[in-house]
């Protein structure tokens, strides 16, 4: 094995790592935003505040937030969750959609 090859073979790995980590991040942001928008849908059906919770944990990753807000006919729903990793490479993730009321449709 040649120093060259000692040099790139570690960098090579954690190259591969961090391609990897990025990918699993933006799936869960992914996952946060039609999470988001699940329960937007659900909430505008005028669905209790528990099912549209349960609607949006159901599609968010692992351990996320999810909080609903009602404002007129506006009902907005915020994901929050924590992207994979370790340390430094833990970010907070965020989803959020909004959508008309349907029984202020038509009026």
């Known amino acids: 094995m040649t120093a ?11 190259f591969t ?4 980590w990025g990918l699993a991040a933006a799936c ?3 996952q946060c935003v039609d999470a988001a928008r699940a329960g937007a849908r659900a909430a ?7 099912t549209v919770g349960a609607v949006a944990r159901d599609a ?9 807000e009602r404002r007129g ?4 729903v915020r994901v929050e969750a924590a992207s994979p990793g370790v340390g430094p490479l833990t970010l907070t993730l965020r989803g959020e959609a909004t959508a008309l009321a349907e029984e202020t449709v038509g009026r």
Request: proline share 8%; net charge neutral; hydrophobic share 60%.
């Open 4 to 14: 060259e090859t000692a040099l790139v073979i570690p960098a090579l790995v954690l």
């Open 17 to 20: 790592g961090l391609l990897l």
């Open 28 to 30: 869960a942001q992914i």
């Open 44 to 50: 505008a059906r005028s669905e209790p505040a528990a």
């Open 60 to 68: 968010a990753p692992q351990g996320a937030r999810v909080a609903l």
């Open 73 to 76: 006919d506006l009902v907005r």
